[in-house]
């Protein structure tokens, strides 16, 4: 009884060990990008990038299909002391677009203020990625350590609520921004919510590039899908997702990575967008 008694002991204070570890190793900041660890340093195909729109090369990609994109889902809404990070009860899927798996699944909805990826070094308000595994993959972990991980970017816009009527989502996320102020808190949505309100109306325009994860660990092999058509919110909606707090306790003001070198990476168009003229920034305003 007794070995059996400190085999337990031990067996706790290894779990608690490993506990410690992972939480010390969370500790990062938007504030220290230079001080993050592993991959962030020495991985050579990093994001976010610049998105520059003279000379991409052109390639048809087919249209993305998607399940339970436009069906009202139950959601919960949490504060991890990074960004505001929403997920779903139901499976939600995703496939086609030129995504190597057949299937992928959503695993979570999240935001940076401002934009990460960059057009022509000109940074938008707000980002939003849409994080997705390959289906064949228990778990985003197992699809992280097998690059079976793609990411749906999302640049976004201010305008006026005249704009924004059929952007129901945001109103829900606002109204209850207060519930999440601090770290580690998660609440459930009081209304459910459509994922399409997160995306463009036309999703068949977008870049394609192979990045990383845009936080530690800044995981290389993520299969990154940034559309060039924008969405736009009100200031006030933007500015509620601000009043979360960081791990320090203050207002997270600013939540992006600055852009990381392309090394020599090919950035593709999807062939079916009309041509962009570098001189005049069109591309910019058709985002």
Same mark, same amino acid.
């Given at each position: 009884?007794?070995?059996?008694?400190?085999?337990?002991?031990?067996?706790?204070?290894?779990?608690?060990?490993?506990?410690?570890?992972?939480?010390?190793?969370?500790?990062?900041?938007?504030?220290?990008?230079?001080?993050?660890?592993?991959?962030?340093?020495?991985?050579?195909?990093?994001?976010?990038?610049? !998105?520059?729109?003279? &000379?991409?090369?052109?390639?048809?990609?087919? *249209?993305?299909?998607?399940? =339970? @994109?436009?069906? #009202?889902?139950?959601?919960?809404?949490?504060?991890?002391?990074?960004?505001?990070?929403?997920?779903?009860?139901?499976?939600?899927?995703?496939?086609?677009?030129?995504?190597?798996?057949?299937?992928?699944?959503?695993?979570?909805?999240?935001?940076?203020?401002?934009?990460?990826?960059?057009?022509?070094?000109?940074?938008?308000?707000?980002?939003?990625?849409?994080?997705?595994?390959?289906?064949?993959?228990?778990?985003?972990?197992?699809?992280?350590?097998?690059?079976?991980?793609?990411?749906?970017?999302?640049?976004?816009?201010?305008?006026?609520?005249?704009?924004?009527?059929?952007?129901?989502?945001?109103?829900?996320?606002?109204?209850?921004?207060?519930? !999440?102020?601090?770290? &580690?808190?998660?609440?459930?949505?009081?209304? *459910?919510?459509?994922?399409? =309100? @997160?995306?463009? #109306?036309?999703?068949?325009?977008?870049?394609?590039?192979?990045?990383?994860?845009?936080?530690?660990?800044?995981?290389?092999?993520?299969?990154?899908?940034?559309?060039?058509?924008?969405?736009?919110?009100?200031?006030?909606?933007?500015?509620?997702?601000?009043?979360?707090?960081?791990?320090?306790?203050?207002?997270?003001?600013?939540?992006?990575?600055?852009?990381?070198?392309?090394?020599?990476?090919?950035?593709?168009?999807?062939?079916?967008?009309?041509?962009?003229?570098?001189?005049?920034?069109?591309?910019?305003?058709?985002?």
């Amino acid at each position: 009884m007794f070995q059996w008694t400190v085999f337990c002991i031990n067996i706790i204070i290894v779990l608690l060990s490993t506990d410690v570890t992972k939480a010390q190793d969370g500790h990062w900041s938007f504030d220290d990008v230079e001080n993050w660890p592993r991959e962030c340093q020495t991985g050579k195909f990093q994001s976010p990038i610049d !998105i520059g729109t003279g &000379g991409m090369f052109k390639k048809y990609y087919p *249209r993305f299909r998607s399940q =339970n @994109f436009y069906t #009202y889902q139950s959601a919960t809404i949490g504060n991890n002391g990074h960004t505001v990070n929403i997920t779903f009860s139901n499976t939600i899927t995703v496939y086609g677009g030129g995504l190597p798996a057949p299937k992928y699944q959503l695993d979570n909805i999240h935001f940076h203020w401002r934009s990460e990826h960059t057009v022509n070094h000109y940074r938008y308000p707000l980002e939003i990625h849409l994080v997705l595994y390959d289906a064949q993959y228990p778990n985003f972990q197992e699809a992280l350590a097998n690059k079976g991980v793609a990411v749906l970017g999302v640049l976004v816009e201010e305008c006026s609520d005249y704009f924004n009527t059929w952007y129901n989502a945001w109103d829900v996320i606002k109204n209850q921004m207060s519930e !999440i102020e601090k770290v &580690g808190t998660i609440t459930q949505l009081n209304q *459910r919510i459509l994922i399409s =309100n @997160f995306l463009p #109306y036309n999703t068949r325009r977008f870049v394609r590039y192979s990045g990383s994860l845009t936080t530690p660990d800044c995981n290389e092999g993520i299969i990154w899908t940034v559309f060039t058509n924008t969405i736009c919110i009100p200031s006030h909606q933007l500015n509620a997702l601000k009043q979360i707090r960081g791990e320090d306790g203050k207002k997270l003001d600013s939540t992006y990575r600055p852009v990381q070198p392309l090394n020599g990476r090919i950035v593709t168009l999807s062939k079916n967008i009309f041509n962009f003229d570098a001189q005049t920034n069109w591309f910019k305003f058709i985002f």
